[in-house]
């Protein structure tokens, strides 16, 4: 079937219309697909519960929902707080544009408050965040892929959920390494900025540590040990849970203003790139291909 026929009749069965990101059957969440179920009984589950999983996403709703509004799409965001699935997903269904969000993610034992915001925010960088773009067999699809969720969670979407708190006294309460706030002092000059990027980089920490849970890993996650490697291609996928820490903390560092929107055309409009001279704030290298 030539490739013009095969798109018709997709679109047709309103397939096309209904493609995914991180898609609801588990193989292509925030996490890979796993057999993980924490119940609400869950006596090893951390301190969240019902009403915080809902103001969390309370907040981030409140902000994207009317910047999606304005593009003539609606937000819709699942909160399945009963489902002990440890995973997310985004979705776009003609022009509604999905995020299915799960209480069993939100109960690990790793996952801290701010952490659950980030994968909020990472769902929301698929529709959002601009290029790269996940491949498809028709060229890019609608969805950023995974390395620029990440990176748009925290440089963007964070950044913006943060910004009303008293953030100088809520990183008083957090065991920052020193490298982390050295790098942050280094990235930005006010003190609120400073503690912004703090907790973003311990927020990323924090699923960066979910990741390394998953897949059953034992090597320390740190932020001055960064991933070596350096890709000959973007990696669309799941990148390994360092590289992924390395993606939340550069999204951290960049000084790029939260507001400026990403392109959907090219990945340099709102971000920190190589090639304005910036030496921290980049995707990594380990899955980002300039």
Request: glycine fraction near 8%.
């Amino acid at each position: 079937m030539r490739k013009g026929i095969l798109v018709a009749a997709l679109l047709a069965s309103g397939w096309i219309g209904a493609t995914q990101a991180c898609d609801m059957h588990g193989t292509s969440g925030i996490v890979e697909q796993n057999d993980l179920w924490i119940s609400t009984s869950d006596k090893a589950a951390n301190n969240m519960t019902e009403a915080r999983f809902n103001e969390i996403i309370n907040n981030v709703e409140a902000i994207y929902s009317p910047i999606i509004s304005t593009r003539g799409k609606q937000l819709e965001i699942e909160r399945k707080w009963d489902d002990g699935t440890v995973n997310a997903y985004a979705q776009q269904v003609g022009n509604v544009w999905k995020v299915s969000m799960f209480g069993g993610l939100a109960r690990h034992q790793v996952v801290t408050d701010d952490a659950f915001a980030l994968v909020v925010c990472h769902e929301l960088g698929h529709h959002l965040g601009g290029q790269p773009k996940k491949k498809s067999w028709w060229g890019s699809s609608w969805a950023s892929n995974e390395g620029q969720a990440d990176y748009f969670g925290n440089s963007k979407c964070l950044r913006k959920y943060m910004e009303k708190d008293d953030n100088i006294a809520i990183v008083a309460s957090l065991n920052v390494p020193d490298v982390a706030t050295k790098a942050c002092q280094e990235s930005f000059t006010n003190a609120s900025d400073i503690a912004m990027c703090q907790r973003g980089a311990m927020a990323g920490l924090s699923l960066a540590d979910l990741f390394k849970a998953l897949r059953n890993s034992t090597t320390p996650l740190k932020f001055d040990t960064p991933d070596t490697k350096v890709v000959t291609a973007t990696n669309d996928n799941h990148p390994d849970s360092q590289c992924r820490l390395d993606t939340y903390f550069n999204g951290a560092l960049c000084d790029k203003d939260a507001y400026t929107d990403p392109s959907d055309t090219d990945a340099v409009t709102g971000y920190c790139v190589r090639a304005d001279g910036y030496t921290s704030g980049v995707r990594p290298l380990c899955w980002y291909k300039p």
